[in-house]
């Protein structure tokens, strides 16, 4: 069974910075890309970003680019969202989702149960 | 970036009734991008069609999807106890080109 377990959310100040990681088992995981997607009750569900398989390929959201980095650790099956200059708007649950395959095109087909981030003002 | 807009807002149905759901899209999306969600209070979305029209593993036959360029639908032929929740739309391609729907609500009526 694929199963994401995310960690790292918690309430951080305005202008500060939190790391995200997803654990991933049950996959071969190098074989598939990664996203994370963050959910708030305002503005729905919003792609952040994505990393290939490989992790040569990084795609962000506008709204995050040049604040957070995705990265992955193929050797841990991991992967992470380094999150820097943290906003008020980027209040939201965090899920780290898996690609069908190695690459950043497809849906998602599974999700890990979500990780809360608090930016308070 | 590609808007995706979902009607109903709130579909109130009684158990055994047929769902329709609607999701438009503001430019034409080639049907193999598109995937519909399901997510109950308090858990993560789940993969129930993708490519349009071809469901997830496990998803049960009374889901269907069909629907092309601009306009896509989700139908649920009859609706079970278990159906109620909160219906998401998405297309996908290579990204950054990932956008959702807003949602559509199925309740009890």
């Known amino acids: 069974e694929v199963q994401l377990l995310e960690s790292g959310g918690g309430l951080v100040q305005r202008g500060g910075s939190l790391r995200l990681s997803c654990a991933a088992s049950?996959?071969?995981?190098?074989?598939?890309?990664m996203s994370w997607v963050r959910q708030t009750p305002g503005k729905g569900l919003e792609w952040v970003a994505g990393?290939?398989?490989?992790?040569?390929?990084?795609y962000y959201a506008d709204s995050v680019k040049g604040r957070f980095t995705i990265s992955r650790d193929n050797s841990k099956n991991t992967v992470s969202l380094q999150m820097n200059s943290l906003r008020a708007e980027d209040t939201a649950v965090y899920f780290c989702?898996?690609?069908?395959?190695?690459?950043?095109?497809?849906?998602?087909?599974?999700w890990g149960q979500g990780t809360l981030v608090t930016v308070s003002s | 970036e590609i808007v995706l807009t979902q009607s109903p807002d709130t579909l109130s149905l009684s158990p055994g009734e047929r769902a329709t759901l609607s999701c438009r899209a503001s430019?034409?999306?080639?049907?193999?991008?598109l995937a519909w969600y399901q997510q109950k209070s308090g858990q993560a979305p789940r993969l129930l069609i993708s490519?349009?029209?071809t469901r997830a593993t496990g998803i049960p036959d009374r889901f269907s999807g069909s629907g092309s360029g601009t306009d896509f639908s989700l139908s649920i032929s009859r609706v079970e106890p278990e159906d109620f929740a909160v219906y998401f739309c998405?297309?996908?391609?290579?990204?950054?080109?990932?956008?959702f729907g807003q949602g559509t609500r199925l309740e009890i009526k």
């Open positions: 989702a898996k690609f069908e395959a190695a690459s950043t095109l497809g849906p998602f087909d599974t």
């Open positions: 049950g996959i071969n995981f190098k074989d598939y890309g």
């Open positions: 990393i290939s398989g490989s992790g040569g390929s990084t």
């Open positions: 430019q034409r999306v080639a049907s193999t991008y």
């Open positions: 490519g349009a029209s």
């Open positions: 998405q297309q996908y391609g290579t990204s950054p080109s990932i956008t």
